[in-house]
T-cell receptor
């Protein structure tokens, strides 16, 4: 099956800093999503981005499908951005979404 | 509010109990999923239902029994669980195999 690697596994920032999270995948995909898991466990949709670039406020994402990676940018981070960020992909030949192991982000005041 | 509602949010049960988790989606989706998230582990897909038919079952023990009576509701029936089954159980839905939307999760503790 497809392999999904996220980096870094852990990231600690001061409030106001910018960051980039990376997701590498091992095969062609037709579905890629970024999620934020809040401290209560809920997975919040951030982006549905199998290719291209999208922006939503302080967050933006870029997927370069031909090079098999996606980036999530967080600018001017806030303490409420803390949590785990997951990348999930569905390979073109498959039917299931495969999750990476996540990046644990901590934003300190 | 994602349009996917799970109940109960927290459940504590003994190993001999029988309980059920419920999921309801209000998004008009036709596929529903159960995922399991244990501490320090990635999300694991348990079951997939498409148009109310089970299309995937990832070697899940028979003590977990899913039920999908219609495209808006999904249940996970639990019986004779083990302490290692304690985890966060997440329900999700999608339109065919498109964007996935998750519920808030049901945190299960098995004593």
């Amino acid at each position: 099956g497809i392999q999904v690697e996220q980096s870094p596994p852990d990231l600690i920032l001061q409030e106001g800093a910018n960051s980039t999270l990376r997701c590498n995948f091992s095969d062609s995909v037709n579905n890629l999503q970024w999620f934020h898991q809040n401290p209560w466990g809920q997975l919040i949709n951030l982006f549905y981005i199998p290719s291209g670039t999208k922006q939503n406020g302080r967050l933006s994402a870029t997927t370069v499908a031909t090079e098999r990676y996606s980036l999530l940018y967080i600018s001017s981070s806030q303490t409420t951005d803390s949590g785990v960020y997951f990348c999930a992909v569905k390979e073109t030949s498959g039917s299931r979404l495969t999750f990476g192991e996540g990046t644990q982000l901590t934003v300190n005041p | 509010e994602t349009g996917v509602t799970q109940t109960p949010r927290h459940l504590v049960m003994g190993m001999t109990n029988k309980k059920s988790l419920k999921c309801e989606q209000h998004l008009g989706h036709n596929a529903m999923y159960w995922y399991k998230q244990s501490a320090k582990k990635p999300l694991e897909l348990m079951f997939v239902y498409s148009l109310e038919e089970r299309v995937e079952n990832n070697s899940v023990p028979s003590r977990f029994s899913p039920e999908c009576p219609n495209s808006s509701h999904l249940f996970l029936h639990l019986h004779t669980l083990q302490p290692e089954d304690s985890a966060l159980y997440l329900c999700a839905s999608s339109l065919f195999t498109g964007e996935l939307f998750f519920g808030e999760g049901s945190r299960l503790t098995v004593l």
